[in-house]
T-cell receptor
Framework: DQQVKQNSPSLSVQEGRISILNCDYT??????FLWYKKYPAEGPTFLIS?????DKNEDGRFTVFLNKSAKHLSLHIVPSQPGDSAVYFC????????????FGTGTRLTVIP | NAGVTQTPKFQVLKTGQSMTLQCAQD?????MSWYRQDPGMGLRLIHY???????DQGEVPNGYNVSRSTTEDFPLRLLSAAPSQTSVYFC?????????????FGPGTRLTVT
């Protein structure tokens, strides 16, 4: 059973606008969350993370929001650029000693110039 | 730094054949792992290692073996390939074994078992 879900397989956004990618999880023990970005024929690359003691983390154009009560997180990209077109994976882990990341199925973002 | 390298990039096997997927990293990372990515499934952890000589099973370990004789290398062995093992395989490494900090992924190996 998928513990981390990304219900939108794809998203298209105009260049310069905001992209919002969503992720839901079912395991209430998850307390560390990450976003990875993947281009075709490459491995995923780390983008941004957030721990459950925070509800927001920013890094440049990327902001991740965490709503623990709703078991939901989102990644905001502002402004979106064509180079942001990629597949974005949400991932979660349980506890600081965890050795397993649980990944969502990914959302393909297309930024239209 | 080459980062995380994987060989081969592509491989076709017949059912029952065995092979080893190679993974190496030059960042002196203690933690290394293998994932498989299947359509509609996200990435799933096969095996991981928190240091040389130490390995453990992940979520989907059946049909795969690993060993970690050096810090740099973490090969994944398919003992008797099955069509269900058709997938894209990613190796990853991380500097920290205390929780999952940022992991660096290799470019992947696309395996087809006929």
């Amino acid at each position: 059973d998928q513990q981390v879900k990304q219900n939108s397989p794809s998203l298209s956004v105009q260049e310069g606008r905001i992209s919002i990618l969503n992720c839901d999880y079912t395991n209430s023990m998850f307390d560390y969350f990450l976003w990875y970005k993947k281009y075709p024929a490459e491995g995923p690359t780390f983008l941004i993370s957030i721990s459950s003691i925070k509800d927001k983390n920013e890094d440049g154009r990327f902001t991740v929001f965490l709503n623990k009560s709703a078991k939901h997180l989102s990644l905001h990209i502002v402004p979106s650029q064509p180079g942001d077109s990629a597949v974005y994976f949400c991932a979660a882990s349980e506890g600081t000693g965890a050795n397993n990341l649980f990944f969502g199925t990914g959302t393909r973002l297309t930024v239209i110039p | 730094n080459a980062g995380v390298t994987q060989t081969p990039k592509f491989q076709v096997l017949k059912t029952g054949q065995s092979m080893t997927l190679q993974c190496a990293q030059d960042m002196n990372h203690e933690y290394m792992s293998w994932y498989r990515q299947d359509p509609g499934m996200g990435l799933r952890l096969i095996h991981y290692s928190v240091g040389a000589g130490i390995t453990d099973q992940g979520e989907v370990p059946n049909g795969y073996n690993v060993s970690r004789s050096t810090t740099e290398d973490f090969p994944l062995r398919l003992l008797s390939a099955a069509p269900s093992q058709t997938s894209v395989y990613f190796c990853a490494s991380s500097y920290s074994t205390l929780g999952l900090s940022e992991q660096y992924f290799g470019p992947g190996t696309r395996l087809t078992v006929t």
